[in-house]
């Protein structure tokens, strides 16, 4: 099946700063790709819907100023978080899929400290 | 606005037992449904995909099931072992581009 890959799988910073995870196809265009959190014993919620070439969708509650998402090519979806906090820290996972199956990525682990 | 629910949300069982999970939706126009499994700190494995036009989806000891106009779906594992311990979610899909909704999962632990 098709590969999605993440970088980095695991990441640690300090309050503040700000945090950049990639998200690639490795062996198909993707013109949409999804951006999940998962929180430790929870499911995974919707962030944002990435658009390839236009801006980002995102969920009810979700920060767009503080998650910033850019899709600038067919294979790479960036989620930025922006000024990260400790209630930031979570598990993220992006997924790009055609007309059929959805693929996941490894996901990336943030912990801010 | 798609709900998807998973039971029961914990599952214990001795080794060898078979066993269904239950994924139920509220909305039952979905383009396909797919169960994942989750270890532990690790991400997604995709075990089966079904689409909304099929019924169900074998793959070794697992199948799944699909009833659309019910929004339930079943995961049943034959002669379960201690290796499948894990999570398994069920993820709704809505369109052909679209988002997924998963439920809650459920933890099964199968017992030597």
């Known amino acids: 099946g098709a590969v999605v890959s993440q970088h980095p799988s695991r990441v640690i910073c300090k309050s503040g700063t700000s945090v950049k995870i990639e998200c690639r196809s490795l062996d198909f265009q993707a013109t949409t790709m999804f951006w999940y959190r998962q929180f430790p014993k929870q499911s995974l919620m919707l962030m944002a819907t990435?658009?390839?070439?236009?801006?980002?969708?995102?969920e009810q509650g979700v920060e767009k100023d503080k998650f910033l998402i850019n899709h600038a090519s067919l294979t790479l979806s960036t989620l930025t978080v922006t000024s990260a906090h400790p209630e930031d820290s979570s598990f993220y996972i992006c997924?790009?899929?055609?007309?059929?199956?959805?693929?996941f990525g490894p996901g990336t682990r943030l912990t801010v400290t | 606005k798609q709900e998807v629910t998973q039971i029961p949300a914990a599952l214990s069982v001795p080794e060898g037992e078979n066993l269904v999970l239950n994924c139920s939706f509220t909305?039952?126009?979905?383009?396909?449904l797919q169960w994942f499994r989750q270890d532990p700190g690790k991400g997604l494995t995709s075990l089966l995909l079904?689409?909304?036009?099929?019924r169900e989806q074998t793959s070794g000891r697992l199948n799944a099931s699909l009833d659309k106009s019910s929004g339930r779906s079943t995961l049943y594992i034959a002669a379960s072992q201690p290796g499948d311990s894990a999570t398994y979610l069920c993820?709704?899909?809505?369109?052909?581009?679209?988002?997924?909704?998963f439920g809650d999962g459920t933890t099964l632990t199968v017992k030597p």
């Open positions: 909305d039952s126009a979905i383009y396909n």
């Open positions: 993820a709704v899909r809505d369109t052909n581009a679209g988002k997924s909704t």
């Open positions: 997924s790009a899929g055609g007309s059929s199956e959805q693929y």
């Open positions: 079904i689409q909304s036009s099929q």
């Open positions: 990435s658009n390839e070439g236009s801006k980002a969708t995102y």
